[in-house]
């Protein structure tokens, strides 16, 4: 039988979408969340999981979006739901080209506004996280 799963009109089969549905950012526990940076602007929130999907279970992924353009500021936030699969991710990930791009990734600040967080990536401040935010698993 067709792996495939049923949805909508039993007349169409497909498969399940590969990513989570869109969610508010979740922080994971201390030394689990991520500050990336350096990656390509055309990045969506989807590609930020994807890229440290295979470190651990991401809980969640954010771009920073500037909200006078639209478009991404080329930083955001993952978090996974160990710190574990975050030291894993840093040090496979950190200087490591993603996209094109020599991206750095490091432990979130906790506590760090955004404005801390724009300047760390060198970005003037006035984004805001992507509204397309995700979870594993949902």
């Known amino acids: 039988m067709n792996p495939a799963t049923f949805y909508g009109n039993p007349g169409m089969m497909y498969a399940?979408?590969?990513?989570?549905?869109?969610m508010k950012q979740e922080k994971g526990p201390v030394g689990a969340n991520l500050f990336v940076f350096?990656?390509?602007?055309?990045?969506?929130?989807?590609?930020?999981?994807?890229?440290f999907a295979p470190f651990g279970?991401?809980?969640?992924?954010?771009?920073?979006?500037?909200?006078?353009?639209?478009?991404?500021?080329?930083?955001?936030?993952v978090s996974f739901d160990n710190?574990?699969?975050a030291a894993k991710a840093i040090e496979k990930m950190h200087?490591?080209?993603?996209?094109?791009?020599?991206i750095k990734v490091q432990l979130k600040r906790e506590g760090s506004t955004s404005e801390d967080l724009?300047?760390?990536a060198g970005e003037p401040s006035g984004s805001k996280a992507s509204e397309q935010n995700i979870k594993a698993g949902e």
């Open 83 to 85: 710190p574990e699969s």
């Open 16 to 22: 399940p979408p590969m990513f989570p549905a869109p």
């Open 118 to 120: 724009e300047q760390d």
């Open 57 to 77: 279970n991401v809980i969640s992924s954010t771009v920073f979006i500037d909200r006078q353009t639209g478009r991404s500021k080329c930083f955001g936030f």
């Open 95 to 102: 200087g490591g080209l993603l996209g094109g791009k020599t």
């Open 38 to 51: 350096n990656f390509p602007r055309s990045f969506t929130d989807f590609d930020l999981y994807n890229a």
